[in-house]
């Protein structure tokens, strides 16, 4: 039976049963209130017929009591006492009917004390046996009358307040007999309502029902075609009864002329892949047991042809109250192509990675071939540079022009260096405190050269930044600064640039503002967005007029980006452009005199002079030629006194027979490597308890972790070939000071 039939006809029931309830509820209250009323009423009259009895029994105590005294006449005597049993029988049988009224009680007791006092005055006077009419006569007369008065009025008190009870007891009926009519009426009307309620209910009940069937037919029908339409093999496995209902598809999808019928679970166990079937059996078991939330898994099925076929399984399990499991409804499904398109990617995806793998290695492996021979390169090109004035005009010239060029190749290859890195994710911010007007000097002495080269102006305001210690990359601040003043020189022929750097309050948050505005070639509003593509410039005729890769602005917007900042243009064709670029300013204001302040407002090479003791002594550790006379000829410049290794096995000999100050590493050398090498010594310094060596290690693989390679090797810090000049003294310079610091 239907179940929600049941529910509705015992709710239905439960209705009517309350209702009938009330009813004989209200019926019997009803009877027991007539009950208590009736009980009432007699009682009332029996007070009221004792009351009146009492009244003329005393009227006739007094008759008798004067017959006899006028007469002397017995029979008047007798009848006397025969009035005073009855008028005492009267007070008793009316005390016990009010004994449950406190006030009427208290009346009769009054009576019964008028009621003493009567019957002592009338027998006194009995005792006179001659009658006599005198004052005492008339007097006692009067005591009498008065004493029988009290006794009338009281009983005339119970009288009427006995009479009220009965009244008020007659309306209490009546108001009953309303409400007893007016129950059964409701209780008819109500008992109807829910009757037509309920038979209106089977009405619709029917009528649904049989909506229900039809569109039951209609839905079964739909489901019979979305099932051969999925092409589902379902499965309804009763666990108690032990058996599994198996759609026709079930076993169609493994080749088998089988319609659906009625099985077991072996049926289905007797296909699975051996392989698989103690890892799908125990799965299913997990489900059924309450340990997993879903069931879906995949295994394999054997063919009727003898392949194996992927099957996907998925279902659905019902549980009874004591949560144990008692039907499994689920549909299986042929996934073989999805399982080998999967295949097939995984094959493609580790093809990518192995060939994204080898990018990396060939890029790794190209940069330190070029950056090796570029140190060498450039280091000669300044060197040079630095002895111009004993060149003629043509030589002076050729050295500009190598500079200039070792200079484009080196930022080529750090733009495709950052450009590999912000395509992996994997760069990295080296943030440290720095002066912000320091970083600025250093771009305006090599930006004016540009700019002067090309005549055009070149105004740079940074007044409002001075003396402020910011915590951030300072290489990659400078690194944006550069590409975005060198882009503003490159499109700029006439007029000029102008950079204008502050603090600017941005929603209560401080940044600095940095904006670079030329009277360049302008951007067309529809290209804003390309110039910010890798590789991609706003008119292919720029590329082949200015030349570049594309990647400056793209790379320095996701530096910007990766800061918490961006960079912003504005800019329309032919007027020229601006880049603003915005970044949050970490800072705080430092006196003039600080002590960075000061090393900034002095050359670095006398500092490194006045640290030197004349015992100082460098071990250089580097294969290429080309490098070791660059840096040999820093060294000399500066009056240190340097030993050369070749290898990493001449680096430990040397550094275990002398003492060295600061060891120079290199990474790629033959027999053992920088990293080899600076294992070796922390191992013996930590096991011999010798001084620590400061090592900087000098790389020409610059792609993310190779500083990290570095420092977890034992090295102090790292230098990125090409070697910059300026950079390699100031750490010369900090581990000759720290030296210096704890001899002191």
């Not at 320091?438 to 305006?444: A, K, T």
């Amino acid at each position: 039976m239907d179940k929600l039939f049941i529910r509705n006809f015992a709710f239905f029931a439960i209705i009517l049963i309350g209702c009938a309830g009330a009813i004989s509820y209200s019926l019997v209250m009803g009877n027991n209130d007539l009950d208590k009323a009736d009980e009432r009423v007699i009682v009332t009259h029996d007070v009221i017929s004792e009351a009146e009895q009492l009244s003329m029994l005393v009227e006739a105590m007094l008759a008798a009591q004067r017959g006899y005294i006028i007469t002397a006449n017995e029979d008047f005597l007798k009848e006397y006492e025969d009035k005073k049993a009855g008028v005492s029988e009267r007070i008793a049988m009316i005390s016990e009917l009010l004994y449950d009224n406190p006030a009427q009680e208290s009346r009769l007791n009054e009576i019964r004390s008028h009621f003493v006092e009567f019957s002592n005055q009338l027998e006194q006077r009995a005792e006179i046996i001659a009658p006599k009419v005198d004052k005492q006569a008339l007097k006692d007369v009067e005591i009498l009358d008065n004493i029988k008065n009290n006794i009338m009025r009281i009983n005339k008190s119970i009288l009427e307040e006995e009479y009220a009870k009965l009244d008020k007891t007659f309306a209490a009926l009546d108001k009953k007999k309303d409400q007893y009519l007016s129950s059964l009426l409701f209780s008819v009307i109500g008992g109807s309502f829910i009757l037509l309620i309920f038979n209106g209910f089977l009405l619709n009940a029917k009528r649904k029902k049989t909506s229900v069937e039809a569109s039951l037919k209609d839905t079964e029908e739909r489901f019979a075609l979305a099932i051969d339409g999925t092409e589902d093999g379902i499965f309804d496995w009763d666990l108690k009864k032990e058996e599994v209902f198996y759609s026709g598809r079930f076993f169609q999808m493994l080749g088998y002329d089988k319609k659906s019928y009625i099985g077991t679970i072996e049926d289905l166990k007797s296909l699975i892949h051996p392989q698989d079937l103690k890892k799908s059996w125990g799965y299913i078991q997990q489900y059924i047991e309450g340990n997993l939330s879903e069931y879906r898994q995949e295994f394999r099925m054997k063919h009727q042809s003898g392949r194996w076929v992927w099957i996907q399984s998925r279902a659905k399990a019902l549980y009874d109250h004591d949560g144990n499991a008692y039907r499994m409804v689920g549909a299986h499904t042929d996934i073989t192509h999805v399982i080998k398109e999967r295949d097939r990617l995984v094959a493609e995806k580790d093809q990518a990675e192995d060939a994204n793998r080898a990018k990396s290695e060939f890029l790794a492996h190209m940069s330190h071939e070029i950056r090796t021979p570029l140190t060498a390169i450039s280091g000669i090109a300044e060197i040079f540079e630095k002895k111009k004035d004993e060149l003629n005009d043509k030589q002076a010239s050729l050295v500009r022009t190598l500079l200039s060029s070792t200079s484009s190749l080196k930022d080529l290859i750090n733009d495709i260096l950052d450009f590999s890195k912000i395509e992996s994710g994997e760069i990295e911010l080296d943030e440290t405190v720095f002066h912000l007007d320091e970083v600025f000097e250093n771009v305006i002495s090599m930006m004016s050269l540009k700019a002067s080269e090309k005549g055009i102006s070149f105004v740079l305001d940074y007044s409002d930044i001075k003396n402020i210690e910011f915590y951030g990359d300072d290489l990659r601040i400078r690194q944006i600064l550069v590409n975005l003043i060198n882009n503003a020189i490159k499109f700029t022929d006439e007029g000029g640039v102008t950079i204008k750097a502050d603090i600017e309050d941005r929603d209560g948050s401080e940044f600095l503002r940095v904006e670079v505005t030329d009277t360049g070639i302008g951007i067309a509003p529809e290209n804003f967005d390309m110039v910010f593509e890798r590789f991609k410039q706003a008119d292919s005729s720029v590329s082949r007029r200015f030349g570049g890769t594309g990647l400056g602005l793209p790379i320095s917007r996701n530096l910007a980006q990766l800061m918490g900042g961006d960079i912003i243009l504005s800019s329309q064709a032919g007027k020229g452009s601006t880049f603003t670029l915005l970044i949050p300013a970490k800072y705080s204001l430092t006196e003039s005199t600080s002590k960075t302040n000061e090393i900034d407002h002095r050359k670095l090479n006398d500092k490194i002079r006045a640290q030197l003791s004349g015992e100082n002594k460098i071990l250089l550790v580097e294969d290429y030629e080309g490098n070791i006379v660059v840096i040999s000829y820093i060294l000399e410049e500066l009056g240190l006194e340097y030993d050369i290794a070749k290898t990493g096995v001449e680096a430990l000999q040397a550094w275990s027979e002398k003492h060295y100050d600061i060891i120079l590493m290199d990474i790629q050398m033959p027999e053992m490597d920088g990293f080899a090498a600076t294992s070796k010594i922390r191992q013996l310094e930590k096991s011999k308890n010798l001084e620590h060596t400061p090592i900087i290690g000098m790389t020409a693989h610059a792609l993310v972790g190779d500083k990290d390679k570095c420092i977890d090797a034992g090295m102090d810090s790292y230098l990125p070939k090409p070697i910059v000049e300026h950079d390699l003294k100031r750490e010369i310079f900090r581990y000759l000071k720290e030296k210096n610091k704890n001899a002191a």
